[in-house]
């Protein structure tokens, strides 16, 4: 993904998240807080983990305020214990409370999705699978969300339905007619030679039908053992390619002896769609 595409979304991102927090105005830090305090905030991981989304977090406080003076102390993709100090914000009070929610919750969901990350990525980093991420995303948040897997040291599988043609069994409308889906890949490589092409298996029967047709570049294991995910690594025989990636009912528990088979990427869709929010909060000193 390029930068001008994460940038232009982060932007966008972070205006709608202000407009819908902010409203007509901040009334609490309005009527609360005097508006000639200043103040500095600190933000701090409570609990161990990945960051992620930390420049996301940097633009909302400038935009709410740009007078504030924001430090940025870790980066994206760094490993984090409790009390480290991610971030400093300097200024005024009634700005810093405006914006501090919503900081809060790009950086808390980004870093939930990069740590864990790192735990599947650890948990197979004895073998030479890789790890992908899914289109099970928050609309909206895609490019950030998979830039989080990517700072939690994954991969990512495709962007949207544009760069690769992902072929799963709604698809197959043909009867497993493998001379009209040979016919169809050709017209696509042709049409379109910078897209890949990857077809999903239920069975054995369908990967060594596939592994017959030309212009594969990826055949999906949906939810296959280990056993027969090792006997279809084994018919692909001395051939690199087309790579298999396996998924479907694996879990971080399993993910491990999956890899073990040989197969060459596994993704999970709970990367983005299910991950807890690291902790994350800022402590506040006041200058009077």
């Known amino acids: 993904m390029s930068t001008q595409m994460v940038s232009d979304n982060v932007d966008a991102l972070v205006k709608l998240a202000l407009a819908e927090d902010f409203g007509d105005g901040d009334v609490t830090s309005q009527y ?53 100090i991610v971030m400093s914000i300097e200024g005024k009070a009634q700005s810093i409370l405006g914006a501090e929610r919503t900081a809060l919750n790009f950086i808390q969901r980004l870093s939930g999705v990069a740590s864990m990350t790192h735990k599947y990525v650890k ?45 799963k069994d709604n698809h197959l409308m043909t009867d497993g007619d493998t001379a009209h889906l040979q016919a169809c890949i050709t017209k696509l490589k042709a049409d379109k030679p910078g897209v890949e092409v990857e077809l999903e298996a239920d069975t054995l029967e369908q990967v060594e039908a596939f592994l017959k047709l030309e212009g594969v570049d990826y055949i999906l294991l949906d939810n296959m053992s280990c056993d027969e995910m090792r006997r279809a690594v084994e018919m692909r025989g001395a051939n690199r390619k087309p790579y298999f990636e396996a998924s479907g009912g694996l879990t971080l528990e399993t993910a491990p002896a999956a890899a073990e088979t040989g197969v060459d990427y596994m993704s999970f869709g709970c990367l983005t769609h299910s991950v807890p929010s690291l902790d994350l909060g800022l402590d506040f000193t006041v200058h009077r």
């Not at 940025?72 to 993709?77: E, P, S, Y």
């Not at 197979?124 to 099970?136: E, G, N, V, Y």
Request: aromatic residues 4%.
């Open 123 to 167: 948990a197979i980093a004895h073998t030479s699978c890789k790890l992908l991420d899914t289109r099970k995303t928050t609309p909206g948040y895609r490019l950030l969300e998979k830039a989080a897997v990517v700072h939690g040291g994954g991969n990512n599988h495709r962007l949207g339905l544009y760069d690769r043609a992902m072929v």
């Open 32 to 84: 609360f807080v005097p508006a000639e305090l200043q103040a500095c905030a600190l933000m701090r991981p409570r609990t161990a983990g990945v960051i992620s989304g930390v420049e996301v977090a940097a633009k909302v406080f400038k935009a709410v305020d740009p007078s504030l003076k924001v430090t940025i102390h870790l980066h994206d993709g760094e490993q984090v214990s409790p009390g480290a």
